[in-house]
């Protein structure tokens, strides 16, 4: 299984972003996938996630009604929609998948991108 996420950049607090997760090697109707993001000295935390059969999505406190989770089945890629994004959005940010079903811990995670740099200037 192989995870590649891509999308991030430089941006302005108040813009938008879309990150991309593209999965090969497997099959994920069973599955989760979510996105994480880890900021310089702090603990990889839990951003949102996605059920891959149903499609229902979970979000973190902080970034619920700005992110919007989403995937393509067809396409094996999730999404990560940031709106209003602020500087405290900085962070690499990891998509996984679950293959045990939603979860927020990290340690639930079995597959892992590479991470893709999101920084938001003020």
């Known amino acids: 299984v192989q995870l590649q996420a891509f999308g991030g950049g430089l941006v302005q607090a108040g813009t938008s972003l879309r990150l991309s997760c593209a999965a090969s090697?497997?099959?994920?109707?069973?599955?989760?996938m979510g996105w994480f993001r880890q900021a310089p000295g702090k603990e990889r935390e839990f951003v949102a996630a996605?059920?891959?059969?149903?499609?229902?999505?979970y979000y973190a406190d902080s970034v619920k009604g700005r992110f919007t989770i989403s995937r393509d089945n067809a396409k094996n890629t999730m999404y990560l929609q940031m709106n209003s994004l602020k500087p405290e959005d900085t962070a690499v940010y990891y998509c996984?998948?679950?293959?045990?079903?939603?979860?927020?811990?990290?340690?639930?995670?079995?597959?892992w991108g590479q991470g893709t740099q999101v920084t938001v200037s003020s």
């Open positions: 996984a998948a679950d293959t045990g079903g939603y979860s927020e811990n990290p340690n639930s995670y079995d597959y």
């Open positions: 090697g497997r099959t994920f109707s069973s599955h989760a």
């Open positions: 996605i059920r891959w059969g149903s499609g229902r999505t």
